[in-house]
């Protein structure tokens, strides 16, 4: 399962872009500091390479076991 923590993430989009599978995308929604996060659009394409997780530099993804 991805977990995206609205309120952490800067709205950056490196998430997007490093995806290989292009799970996530924008959302259309402001987080409490203004920015547009991310939301997990295609979590079934998902190879769990965690490439997101490591490289967001707000520490707001992470990848746990279901």
Do not use: W
């Not at 987080?31 to 997780?53: H, Q, S």
Request: charged fraction near 25%; glycine fraction near 4%.
């Amino acid at each position: 399962m991805i977990l995206v923590d609205e309120n952490l993430c800067k709205g950056c989009n490196i998430c997007i872009y490093i995806c290989p599978t292009r799970v996530l995308e924008s959302s259309n929604k402001l987080n409490k500091m203004g920015y547009i996060p991310p939301f997990p659009a295609r979590e079934d394409k998902c190879v769990r390479c965690r490439l997101c997780e490591l490289i967001c530099p707000d520490l707001a993804i992470r990848l746990v076991e279901e």
